[in-house]
């Protein structure tokens, strides 16, 4: 069997780097800092990785807030980008276009609303999920409520696919991903695509995917997600001979209708030219997002969201599957950002249960001793054991001591 490195990423991967260049954006003047958020993942020497922390452009760079802090603020930025694309950056839209999505704008004004308000009273959009499909779950079948509860499950995964598609376009990725492609690469693409390392990702962010495309200068969002050879539950043309990331909970910026094929909610990649600060963003995109967005909405029973839940996989779940047999032939194992939550448990668990082969992890994160500690728990006598025994090494990084992401047998 070939050496294998297999990262595991979460939401707290880039947690802690410093942004650099802050940058200005009007809308924010009425809204209080701008908070700025970049995420990450990594590979087969495996990275298991999350991203849990944002940044608040106006105080000192790399102050760190919660991702779960920043979101509502976030949520209400991104609605007031759409609100202002309403006002006054139509003038340039196919009127056919504008006449399909100027329907949507009170649609959409009033989901994002319903979210702001439940999160105020829910800790993480994770539990506010969590606790509608239960409630549902716990009514009898063609009732009013539990179809209405049916619903809003749908609308909440829909108003996130909006989100982080606006909230990807104009927040800056980080560096660390371009770093990573090219110390992969090393001058040829080929070094990267043949190798053998893998990314188990719990994120449902594309900024590997953006980040990849900026470092081989692709226009297409599409291009970078085939390149990359990504695999989801709903979208699994996996080829596991090669390098790929396997996302656990999906993408956030797809959907299926009444197909097996995706589609995007954008995909062209092209720097604003008049504004800098608003990075990808254009009012030809917001309206293709906006677009989209309706067709979802107007449809939510026959509409598949690309992003899902951990509960949302049944047992014998492409992803999952393709995961396990990846953690079957990892030797190498590096965790960056991730905190096993307790949501994900069974799931986790069960993956790192499967390393047979293990010999080296390396976890890079604010707080490692507590994810070692995880690590231990829900791996099993058997991880515990070859640690004891000396045939497992464990290597801890903070940011102060490494702030790139490790390669494989670096460490």
Not at 116 to 128: F, G, M, P, S, Y
Not at 137 to 160: D, P
Not at 199 to 220: G, H, L, P
Not at 229 to 251: A, H, M, Q, V, W
């Amino acid at each position: 069997m070939s050496q294998l490195t297999t990262y595991y990423v979460g939401a707290g991967a880039s947690a802690g780097n410093k942004i650099e260049e802050i940058y200005e954006d009007p809308i924010v003047d009425s809204l209080g800092p701008q908070v700025l958020h970049t995420n990450d993942e990594k590979n087969r020497h495996t990275y298991i990785k999350a991203l849990h922390s944002s940044y608040e452009g106006r105080i000192n760079a790399g102050e760190r807030i919660p991702a779960v802090a920043s979101m509502p603020f976030r949520l209400k930025y991104i609605q007031s980008r759409i609100e202002n694309f309403f006002v006054s950056e139509t003038l340039d839209i196919d009127q056919e276009i504008l006449d399909k999505i100027l329907p949507a704008q009170e649609l959409l004004r009033n989901d994002f609303r319903w979210l702001i308000d439940k999160l105020n009273t829910h800790k993480t959009v994770d539990q506010l999920a969590s606790e509608i499909l239960t409630q549902s779950n716990n009514l009898e079948e063609n009732n009013e409520e539990k179809n209405e509860l049916q619903k809003q499950y749908e609308i909440l995964k829909l108003v996130l696919a909006v989100y982080f598609s606006f909230d990807q376009l104009l927040t800056p990725t980080d560096s660390r991903y371009r770093t990573f492609f090219s110390q992969m690469c090393r001058g040829k693409l080929e070094n990267l695509l043949q190798s053998k390392s893998k990314i188990v990702s719990w994120n449902y962010d594309c900024q590997f995917e953006i980040a990849f495309a900026e470092f081989m200068k692709y226009s297409s969002l599409a291009k970078s997600n085939s390149a990359l050879n990504i695999g989801t539950r709903y979208y699994s043309p996996f080829d596991e001979n090669r390098f790929g990331i396997e996302k656990l909970n999906g993408t956030s910026i797809s959907y299926r209708k009444d197909s097996e094929s995706s589609t995007f909610f954008f995909d062209e990649l092209k720097l604003n030219e008049n504004n800098a600060s608003l990075r990808y963003y254009s009012p030809k995109v917001a309206a293709n997002i906006i677009f989209n967005y309706l067709i979802c909405r107007n449809d939510l029973q026959n509409v598949q969201s690309g992003i899902s839940f951990s509960w949302d996989a049944p047992f014998e779940d492409p992803s999952i599957m393709r995961s396990l047999s990846i953690m079957q032939k990892t030797r190498e194992l590096i965790i960056i950002g991730y905190s096993f939550p307790p949501v994900n448990e069974a799931i986790d668990r069960r993956l790192l249960q499967s390393l047979r082969f293990l010999h080296n992890v390396v976890i890079q994160d604010y707080y490692p001793h507590r994810i070692k500690s995880r690590l231990l728990t829900l791996g099993g006598p058997k991880i515990q054991e070859n640690v004891n025994n000396g045939n497992l090494r464990i290597e801890l990084l903070t940011p102060e001591d490494y702030n790139e992401f490790a390669l494989p047998g670096q460490f």
